[in-house]
């Protein structure tokens, strides 16, 4: 049976009305469309990967969304108008109720057996590519000004046209872009600077529209952050110019402020968010899904994706698994927190071609190290870093510089070695990380990126809507149609 006969059947045992009567008041306003019929319409419209206007011709034309949604085969007449079909959105997006159906798509695999009763899951995160345009300085600054203007004329009722021509400022709102509607010489800095300047004055000029109007917008606080992030001011003796180098936690886009620059590798960088999933290994039903900007580490992320295995499966965890991006402290202390066994890849500890840490001797307390050719440290000292205050140890310059395995542990004149609290601990998952047994249990975590490369086929790796709860929300719609049709196929072979 396809996705939509099963719908058919089943739809009901997934929603019911009263599932989303918290978005409506019951004393006043009049008779809604069942929120049911919208809540599988919208997993139908995660699933095909269409707009919401292709969702009403779906429901009017289609005879599989019609036996979907068991709606008359025989009429032409639309169920509902798109602006139903938004406004139930924005009702679960302002509830924070978007993961509704993600929930009852766990719940359904649990009533299934698919679930074990101990769970062992793989966590992973991926990139996802953000909706609104990414520009330049220039046309950032311009866009900000736009939104400025549209926010003061909102608060006194009146048009945006007529606010900018009063602010001096309807350049902005008449070209599409600011660099393409000003003729300026790229190739001069002193037009170039110019430009800037007078660019500089009109985010001055709406700000001080703002001010004035006594507007205090998100609009205006972007606008001063891009100023802020982008702009160095100069002083009396240079003028000003964009700052050399990324700002930290810089916003890319005035459409998406919540867009990042994130980078999935040393060669593949993005705009956007980064999503995080939790997968059990044995079913490979997805159990907890989260979005964050793409620069938070994955390890922070560890607690919060097993509580909310833990809560929507209702099992308890016996162990995780994750890569290197897994393996910091902060992730390793969140798992014992928990009380889950957190079990990761192990970066290396050496660089290339030079001795690591594994391949010294040190005590179990730490205060005394030998090399591999079998010297003790000459000296001692404490250090303090994120891992708490741990022991450098030194080697004598004299004795590094004879030593016949110098080129293989150091290209300085002596070698170092820092020996953190957790020493040990680390040691021990490098050597269980790379026993035969540690590679054939971290083997297992492949279904997590198997489970990502069926969200992405849902179309999850572009955000559809603007916004990181709506990006989170579109990747529990789409990891509730995964779960779904995992549980359906493995109905259907028994």
């Known amino acids: 049976m396809g996705v939509y006969s099963r719908l058919s059947d089943e739809s009901f045992r997934l929603f019911c009305d009263e599932d989303f009567g918290f978005a409506y008041n019951r004393e006043t306003g009049r008779p809604s469309c069942p929120p049911s019929l919208l809540a599988t319409a919208r997993l139908l419209q995660h699933y095909v990967g269409i707009s919401d206007a292709e969702v009403v011709e779906r429901c009017r034309y289609d005879l599989r969304w019609k036996v979907a949604l068991d709606l008359d085969l025989a009429s032409t007449r639309a169920p509902f108008s798109k602006s139903t079909f938004q406004l139930f959105r924005t009702r679960l997006t302002l509830h924070e109720q978007e993961g509704l159906v993600f929930e009852r798509s766990v719940a359904k695999a649990r009533e299934a057996g698919l679930l074990p009763k101990s769970l062992r899951v793989a966590l992973d995160s991926s990139p996802v590519r953000g909706r609104g345009a990414v520009k330049d300085t220039y046309n950032l600054l311009s866009d900000a000004i736009v939104g400025v203007v549209h926010a003061v004329a909102s608060s006194h009722a009146s048009s945006p046209e007529e606010t900018a021509r009063q602010a001096g400022l309807q350049r902005h709102l008449e070209a599409a872009s600011i660099k393409g509607s000003e003729l300026v010489d790229w190739s001069d800095p002193g037009a170039v600077s110019s430009f800037l300047g007078d660019l500089i004055g009109d985010c001055e000029q709406a700000l001080k529209l703002a001010e004035t109007a006594a507007v205090t917008t998100p609009e205006v606080a972007l606008l001063r952050k891009l100023l802020e992030q982008d702009i160095d001011p100069g002083d009396d003796e240079s003028p000003p110019t964009i ?43 997805i159990t ?55 079990k990761t890849r192990m970066p290396s500890s050496s660089k290339v071609g030079l001795f690591g840490a594994s391949d010294f001797e040190v005590s179990e307390a730490g205060r005394m190290a030998r090399c591999p050719a079998g010297h003790k440290s000459q000296s001692q000292g404490k250090r303090k870093t994120q891992a708490g205050a741990g022991i450098q140890h030194r080697w004598a310059e004299a004795l590094c510089s004879v030593c016949p395995l110098k080129e293989q542990c150091t290209k300085a004149k002596r070698r170092t070695l820092y020996v953190p609290p957790d020493f040990h601990e680390r040691r021990r998952r490098e050597a269980h990380a790379r026993s035969p047994q540690g590679l054939e249990e971290l083997r297992l975590r492949i279904v997590v990126e198997h489970a990502i490369a069926r969200l992405k086929n849902l179309g999850a790796g572009t955000a559809r809507y603007v916004g990181r709860a709506k990006t989170r929300a579109q990747w529990l719609w789409c990891a509730a149609i995964a779960n779904l049709t995992l549980t359906w196929s493995a109905l259907e072979a028994r």
């Open 243 to 285: 700052r050399r180098g990324v700002a930290k936690d810089r916003v890319v886009s005035v459409k998406d402020p919540e867009m990042r620059h994130g980078r999935k590798s040393s060669g593949s960088q993005y705009d956007g968010h980064k999503a995080h999933v939790a997968v059990d290994t044995e079913s490979q039903v």
């Open 288 to 342: 907890a899904v989260t979005t964050t900007a793409p620069g938070e580490s994955d390890g922070a992320q560890v607690k919060g994706l097993l509580e909310e295995t833990l809560r929507t499966t209702g099992q308890e965890i016996s162990s995780a698994l994750g890569d290197c991006a897994y393996s910091s402290r902060k992730a390793l202390i969140q798992a014992e927190e928990i009380g889950v066994d957190l």
